[in-house]
């Protein structure tokens, strides 16, 4: 059987608690890793069917397959990055085997069993049938910064492949090579700049007058850049994101703005979140030493691999005017502060240092954010919020 008659099943493993807080709301699949989230890069490879395996809660967030029994089923470690090599030994995969990288099970291929649940994904398989191999693997949230720029290459490389750009508007200005634009864009007396790195702009996107940008770059869909900004080299943003003062080496998943004067850099901020006018983050420690970062799995600070580090926020995190955010900060999802400098671990579902933000508070917010962007709230991501909120 052909790897494109095999669907694919993508399940959530151990990294996935590592994750936290950005896979509260969505599998370790759907993180956005350069241009794209791993999923679609795999599914860039096997151009077919697939399933998400989550944990119980956030089940109902993705459709159940609805596979006939013994239906051949590729499942792969939604935490996993593909690469030749590793794609290459998949496709050679025989019904039964599979591969793994030390204690991490990377892809078995075997056949679907009606019920499977995530827990079961492990029990597909002997071991004796596990080939050991090397992959990379997104373990920890900044190795979403430390895989950006190789990942947004072959992203680029993917996404550009026997396709024409548009023309860049005569009144902004381009040095170097490599830039492609989406259609229906609006790039006026801009600047940008290749020489480093490539520039991909998608389609509705809007860059205003005297933004300068510096690749490599990704502005997804629906992105607007405001008058003046700075975006520098290694910045992924997802679609329909508010970009303005200065943005450098940060990887947005979309629908958050960071609209108005301020920095923000070496960072990770998920979807819907809001940072307030001037809002900035420190990403390097005055004594220059590695940075530490709050570990949800381990309930501790936990010493990263970078001397730049910024802010990792999850999901509706929002911060008010004049916030300034620590090296190596991190918010839970739903977190609303109010507070100038806050804490470098703040929790979910904080309302400030001293209050809760009401989960149906929150929820309301929630829908009015959704719809100014003309989406509505689905009861499975209300249900899921209101189990997060209870933990």
């Not at 191999?133 to 950006?148: F, G, K, Q, V």
């Not at 492949?161 to 006026?188: C, E, V, W």
């Not at 998943?253 to 998920?270: E, P």
Request: net charge negative; glycine share 8%; aromatic share 8%.
């Amino acid at each position: 059987m052909t790897p494109k008659q095999v669907h694919l099943v993508f399940f959530d493993s151990h990294e996935r608690e590592q994750l936290l807080p950005l896979t509260y709301l969505r599998s370790t699949a759907d993180l956005m890793v350069g241009m794209r989230t791993i999923k679609e890069k795999w599914l860039d490879v096997f151009d077919q069917g697939h399933t998400i395996l989550t944990p119980d809660y956030l089940q109902g967030m993705y459709p159940k397959s609805d596979l006939e029994a013994d239906s051949l089923c590729l499942y792969i470690n939604g935490a996993c990055l593909p690469d030749d090599q590793l794609i290459a030994k998949i496709r050679a995969l025989n019904t039964g085997e599979g591969l793994n990288n030390g204690d991490q099970l990377l892809a078995v291929k075997a056949p679907m069993k009606q019920g499977v649940g995530l827990d079961d994904v492990f029990k597909l398989f002997d071991e004796s049938q596990l080939q050991e191999t090397t992959a990379t693997l997104i373990n920890y949230p900044e190795d979403i910064l430390n895989h950006c720029r190789p990942e947004f290459l072959k992203d680029y490389a993917s996404k550009t492949n026997d396709r024409i750009s548009m023309a860049l508007d005569p009144s902004s200005k381009h040095r170097g090579n490599d830039l492609f634009i989406g259609s229906n864009t609006k790039i006026y007396d801009a600047i940008i700049n290749t020489e480093e790195g490539p520039v991909y702009i998608d389609d509705d996107v809007e860059v205003m007058e005297n933004a300068v940008i510096k690749g490599p770059v990704y502005i997804g869909r629906g992105t607007k850049i405001h008058v003046g900004a700075k975006v520098y080299a290694d910045t992924m943003l997802g679609e329909h994101c508010r970009i303005g003062g200065e943005i450098k080496r940060t990887t947005i998943f979309g629908y958050s703005n960071k609209a108005h004067d301020g920095y923000l850099g070496d960072s990770v901020l998920a979807k819907w979140c809001n940072l307030g006018a001037d809002t900035n983050n420190s990403n390097l420690k005055n004594t220059y030493g590695l940075i530490s970062l709050w570990d949800a799995s381990a309930n501790a600070f936990r010493t990263t691999d970078r001397q730049f580090l910024g802010m990792i926020a999850a999901d509706h995190t929002m911060a008010a005017i004049n916030t300034s955010f620590n090296t190596g900060t991190v918010t839970g999802i739903f977190a609303n502060i109010l507070d100038r400098s806050p804490d470098r671990f703040v929790p979910s579902f904080s309302w400030g240092k001293v209050a809760t933000y009401k989960v149906d508070k929150a929820i309301s917010v929630a829908e009015t954010v959704l719809s100014r962007r003309s989406l509505t709230m689905s009861e499975a991501y209300k249900s899921v919020i209101r189990y997060l909120s209870a933990l």
